[in-house]
Nanobody, 121 residues
C-alpha cells in the first residue's frame, strides 16, 4: 500500500510558477511509475505528466509540454511537478498517482487526495 500526499498548490497569476510535491509513504516509489493528473470542474481527468522508475524517461500532455517538468527523488520518496508559464486553463485539482505497470499505461493503483491550483488572468 502506498499513501500519497500532494502539496504546493495555491493561487497564482497567469505567467507565474508553482512547484507541486507528492510525498509517498508505505512503500518506496522506486518500484512505481509516477504520474500527475488534473481535473477541472466539468472536465474529465487528464494525465499531464508521468515518469519512469529511474526518472530517465518522461511523458507530457501536449497542453503542458515545454512548461511543466516532472521529476522524482527516490531517496526522498517524493515526486515533483514544476509548473511554469501558468495559464488560467491550468486551473484544476492536481493529483499524484503511482502505477505498477509501464509508462504507457493510464491504469494507476494509488492516488493522492489532490491539491488545488488556481491561475488567475
Amino acid at each position: 500500500q502506498v499513501q500519497l500526499v500532494e502539496s504546493g498548490g495555491g493561487l497564482v497569476q497567469a505567467g507565474g510558477s508553482l512547484r507541486l510535491s507528492c510525498a509517498a509513504s508505505g512503500r518506496t516509489i522506486s518500484n512505481y511509475i509516477m504520474g500527475w493528473f488534473r481535473q477541472a470542474p466539468g472536465k474529465e481527468r487528464e494525465n499531464v505528466a508521468r515518469i519512469t522508475r529511474s526518472g530517465a524517461t518522461t511523458v507530457y500532455a501536449d497542453s503542458v509540454k515545454g512548461r511543466f517538468t516532472i521529476s522524482r527523488d527516490n531517496a526522498k520518496n517524493t515526486v515533483y511537478l514544476q509548473m511554469n508559464s501558468l495559464k488560467p486553463d491550468d486551473t484544476a485539482v492536481y493529483y499524484c498517482a503511482a502505477s505498477q505497470r509501464n509508462i504507457y499505461s493510464y491504469d494507476y493503483d494509488y492516488w493522492g487526495q489532490g491539491t488545488q491550483v488556481t491561475v488567475s488572468s
